[in-house]
C-alpha cells in the first residue's frame, strides 16, 4: 500500500524559511520522478517541484523557481522541499507524490497523503 506523510509545515513571516519533508512507502522512489505539489484554498492542485531519477535533475514552477530546492534521499524513500523567502501567495497544503506517464500526460502515480499546511503571514 502507497503512502506519503508530508510534515514539516507551519506559520511564518514572510521572508522566512522552511523545509518540508516526505516520507514514501509502498514503493521505492528511485524508481520514479518525484514532486512537490501545493493547493490553495478555492485552486486547483499544481506541481510545484519535480525531481527526475536521470541525475537527478530537477524543474520548477516559474512562482518559485530560485526561493525552493527539491531534493531526495533514496536510501530513506524521502524528498524534501527547501523553502526560502516565502510569501504569502505561497501559502496552500503541500503534497508529494511520485509522477509517472499515462497517455502522454506526466502526472501524478498515486493517491494523495494528508499534505502539510504551510502559511505565511506577518
Known amino acids: 500500500q502507497v503512502q506519503f506523510v508530508e510534515s514539516g509545515g507551519g506559520l511564518v513571516q514572510p521572508g522566512g524559511s522552511l523545509k518540508l519533508s516526505c516520507v514514501a512507502s509502498?514503493?521505492?522512489?528511485?524508481?520514479?520522478?518525484m514532486a512537490w505539489y501545493r493547493q490553495a484554498a478555492g485552486e486547483e492542485r499544481d506541481v510545484v517541484a519535480t525531481?527526475?531519477?536521470?541525475?537527478?535533475?530537477?524543474n520548477y514552477a516559474d512562482s518559485v523557481r530560485g526561493r525552493v530546492t527539491i531534493f531526495r534521499d533514496n536510501a530513506k524513500n524521502m524528498v524534501y522541499l527547501q523553502m526560502n523567502n516565502l510569501q504569502p501567495e505561497d501559502t496552500a497544503v503541500y503534497y508529494c507524490n511520485a509522477r509517472n506517464w499515462v497517455n502522454s500526460q506526466f502526472m501524478a502515480a498515486f493517491a494523495w497523503g494528508q499534505g502539510t499546511q504551510v502559511t505565511i503571514s506577518s
Open positions: 509502498g514503493f521505492s522512489i528511485s524508481r520514479y520522478a
Open positions: 525531481i527526475y531519477t536521470a541525475g537527478d535533475a530537477t
